[in-house]
């Protein structure tokens, strides 16, 4: 381990709408850790921290619900510096140390191995992020961590939604636990029921050392950033909205979709009761879905006729 040192009192100085919003995220955290039983007695949690506002704010919780846990587990940081030009190397050893968790920093150069194999004007994040997984893996089995957590919060998980839906086809998010390829890893996202924006101003609130995202040189998907700005504009038009979809990933129909996989339609047949019926016209629906339903199809018309 590179460091460790003791921890001092965290959030001192936040202000009152601060401390709300840090009371708010720790719930929203602590129920997405028991909802899918994300850490357990013992783990060792390697957090990822990227140097960006999702991952700071994802340790300064796990740190803190850590304190009140009935569960015992410890927390060590890491940062992969991938020798992107221009990456302050300095800013994160610092700040953990500051804040005295436990911490490995690793360096490797997938930058360059990036430039090298990827053509120019091409997209380089798919070998990026291929390459930093193996990494993150591979520091996981050397430090024995049992989890890994990744500073995804409830926007990334629906704009991934979206983005299988539109471009590939597939009713897939990104799911709050997930287990590696290979089987060896957990991986975790606390802040999955995290709203980006809460996330935005609590990290504005503790003034993080962020470090920026573009240094690579890289644009941000430009696919994820259409989404990302339809989901703003349907929030924006309804609130709500974006509650609304992240409640529905964790209420699946699977009679009401079409995935034989799923549901065995091909053996479906009059007499033996499904609880799952067809309940479009029941009035609880109607009422619950009917009206906002109704709203976005208007709203999405006008903007076909505009
Ligand atoms: S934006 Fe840059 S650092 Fe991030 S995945 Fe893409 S290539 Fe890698």
Known sequence: MDNVLEAPPLEESLSGNAIKLRKRLLR??????A?????????????????????????????????RAPVDFRIIAMNLDQKQPGFPAEVLPAYFESIGVEYRIVTEDTYSIVKEKVPEGKTTCALCSRLRRGIIYRTARELGATKIALGHHREDLLETLFLNMFFGGKIKAMPPK??????????????????????????????????????????????????KALLADWERNFPGRIESLATALQNVV???????????????????????????????????????????????????EQ
């Open 254 to 304: 699977p009679s009401h979709l079409a995935d034989g996989n799923l549901f065995n339609f091909k053996t479906l047949d009059r007499g033996a009761v499904n609880g799952d019926g067809d309940l479009v016209f029941d009035e609880e629906a109607a009422t619950t879905i009917a009206s906002p339903v109704t709203e976005t199809i208007r709203w999405m018309s006008r903007g076909v």
């Open 178 to 227: 997930l287990q590696s390829d290979n089987g060896e890893h957990i991986v975790i996202r606390p802040l999955a029921y995290c709203a980006e924006a809460d996330v935005a101003r609590f990290a504005r609130a503790m003034d993080y050392p962020i470090i920026p995202c573009n240094l690579c040189g890289t644009q941000e998907n430009a696919q994820r950033k259409q989404i």
């Open 35 to 67: 909802d899918f039983n994300m850490i357990e007695d013992g783990d060792t949690v390697l957090v990822c921290c990227s140097g960006g506002k999702d991952s700071y704010t994802l340790l300064t919780l796990l740190m803190a619900l850590r304190e």
């Open 28 to 33: 929203n955290v602590g129920q997405a850790i």
